[in-house]
């Protein structure tokens, strides 16, 4: 069995054209693998300490090199940063830290000179506390039409100083605020599903949806490819404001999922349809019911949403293979392409996660010092990373996965910046950890991440990233950065992995073994013992070194099969 990890041997199955997207790819969303970048954490062109547009411009051949498609960027506009940014002031302004909008444009086209897409992230159910509308709103009087975009309503209880509803909320704790009026005494309530910073707007308003259209329209016209919708099931609320029942019926929810939101996906998908090329909306969507997720991936609504299932699966065969083909089958009727999700700026690193003896995903499990084995985890997460690019549909990378970044645990408290760590009374350690600045090159901090060598960036870097700047990795052929790359390329050239239907093989029921089309095998040991390989079939490529022509456990290997 012929076994190697050379990029030779990748680069011999083919090299990416270098041809700027065209019109005519409209289906390219329907297997693209889509890299996010957090910009405040990508890299810092202008050695103050945060990420920014220039360091992400600066560094668009290594992601030409890595072999994305689209890179989707967390919000970059104008903010206080309260939530990292998904707290929106001015949606037509970069956030000055990041830039200004010529650079914004100036990236969208270089990028798309190299054959790149940019996808920005859009956030709809609220704004900052500091966005103009909100202003206005606080400094009119309860029942004014300022008020009427955003959810002010009378406390409950005999004075008003209950909460009008006891919604909890996604960053535990209370939903509601209480204003104060101008003489000072206490005033009508305001609603926000995640922090006091972030009122919830009124999609009942046609102001919001009219604001919300031209957003779209103001960045489809720079150029931009697509669309992620944040917290895309939460923007319609039931205006009675009912409490939450003990287990809602489907669009019975008060706050979630609400059947109303099918009409303004409906009209996006028809003002995105109006551009040239394919511009794709993406949903943020955390519903445990497929089919009501699916729902959302109708032909005329959005294109596809995040599969947040298989990433907060455990490393299990069962459990992994059971969230393919539910995956599968739910996206089956509706024609959409699944998309695959090891991680975000909001969960735990793969290589952390995997390291566990719990290696499932849940926000209400996060907590400090869980031991982890971080070899184990890595080795596991070489495994994910082929078996998850080796699926039908949309990859995702997360920056730093391609490097095998371990979550930061180590972060001093007076650092933390993250309203969940806070809200949680700092039981929860937020998600800071995951959001710490790329190492790029250089052996210590801030590893080539800043324009400054002597900068501190916004986040500490452990001195440990040292072996895991790209610098480091680049030089070893056994790195996850080559991994990454040549998994890439391969999926990118072989047909069978763009656009065919997966098979399960027959394997023991702790093996991931199936193909697409007639000359691609997946092989993911997930048992404690190697595994011999079909006989005749050509190693793509392994996660692992073969052990004697065998698989090890926690690896995945590619095959190519005669046809
Ligand atoms: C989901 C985003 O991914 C997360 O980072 C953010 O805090 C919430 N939505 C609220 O906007």
């Not at 076994?3 to 030779?8: A, E, I, M, R, V």
């Not at 090299?15 to 297997?31: F, M, Q, Y």
């Not at 011999?532 to 070194?545: F, H, K, R, Y």
Request: glycine residues 6%; aromatic residues 10%.
């Amino acid at each position: 069995m012929d076994f190697s990890l050379s990029t030779t041997e990748a680069s011999a199955v083919a090299t990416r054209p270098a041809i700027a997207p065209s019109d005519s790819d409209a289906l390219w969303w329907r297997n693209a693998v889509i890299y996010q970048v957090y910009i405040r954490s990508f890299a810092d062109g202008n050695g103050d300490g945060t990420g920014d547009l220039a360091g992400v411009r600066a560094h668009l051949p290594y992601l030409r090199e890595l072999g994305v498609d689209a890179i989707w960027f967390t919000p970059w506009y104008a903010s206080p940063l309260a939530d990292g940014g998904y707290d929106v002031s001015d949606y037509r302004q970069i956030h000055p830290a990041f830039g200004g909008l010529a650079d914004a444009e100036a990236l969208i086209e270089e990028a798309l000179a190299l054959g790149i897409r940019t996808i920005i992230d859009v956030v709809p159910n609220h704004v900052s506390n500091e966005h103009p509308w909100f202003q206005e709103a606080l400094a009119a009087a309860p029942g004014s039409p300022e008020r009427k975009r955003f959810w002010f309503h009378p406390g409950a209880g005999p004075n008003g100083d209950e909460m009008p509803t006891r919604w909890v909320s996604n960053f535990s704790g209370d939903t509601w605020t209480r204003t104060t009026q101008p003489d000072g005494t206490p005033g009508e309530w305001y609603l926000h599903l995640f922090t006091p910073e972030q009122p919830d707007l009124n999609w009942d308003h046609p102001d919001v949806r009219r604001e919300h259209e031209d957003i779209l329209r103001f960045w489809f016209d720079r150029g931009v490819a697509g669309i992620r919708i944040d917290s895309a099931a939460l923007l319609v609320k039931d205006a009675a404001l009912p409490e939450v029942p003990e287990n809602p019926r489907p669009g019975e929810h008060p706050n979630t999922d609400r059947d109303e939101l099918h009409d303004i996906y409906r009209s996006w998908r028809e003002l995105a349809d109006s551009y040239p090329g394919a511009r794709v909306l993406v949903g943020e969507i955390w519903l445990p019911d497929t089919k009501r997720f699916a729902m959302y991936l109708r032909p005329n609504e959005l294109h596809t949403a995040f599969n947040f299932d298989f990433m907060a699966r455990r490393w299990e065969a069962p459990a992994l293979r059971q969230s393919i083909d539910a995956t599968l089958a739910a996206h089956a009727p509706v024609h959409a392409p699944a998309t695959w999700v090891l991680s975000n700026h909001d969960v735990t690193r793969p290589v952390t996660r995997y390291g566990r003896e719990d290696s499932s995903f849940a926000f209400a499990t996060k907590r400090f010092g869980i031991p982890t084995d971080l070899d184990l985890g890595t080795r596991r997460a070489r495994a994910a990373a082929l078996l998850t690019a080796a699926l039908p549909g949309t990859l995702y990378i997360y920056q730093g996965d391609e490097l095998g970044l371990p979550e930061v645990e180590t972060l001093p408290r007076e650092v933390l910046q993250d309203p969940m760590h806070f809200r949680s009374n700092g039981i929860d350690p937020g998600r800071d950890g995951c959001r710490v600045p790329l190492p790029w090159s250089g052996s210590v901090a801030p590893f080539g991440f800043s324009a400054s060598a002597t900068v501190t960036p916004w986040l500490p870097q452990p001195a440990s990233w040292a072996a895991l700047t790209v610098e480091a990795q680049e030089g070893d052929p056994t790195s996850m950065l080559w991994l990454y790359r040549n998994a890439l390329r391969i999926r990118a050239a072989l047909p069978s992995l763009v656009d065919s239907d997966l098979a399960w093989l027959d394997s023991s029921d702790e093996v991931l073994a199936f193909s697409r089309g007639d000359d691609f095998v997946n092989i993911t040991n997930l048992s404690d013992v190697n595994i011999a390989l079909p006989p005749g079939a050509d190693v793509l490529l392994s996660s692992l070194p073969l052990d004697d022509g065998r698989l090890p456990p926690d690896s995945t290997a590619w095959l190519r099969t005669q046809q």
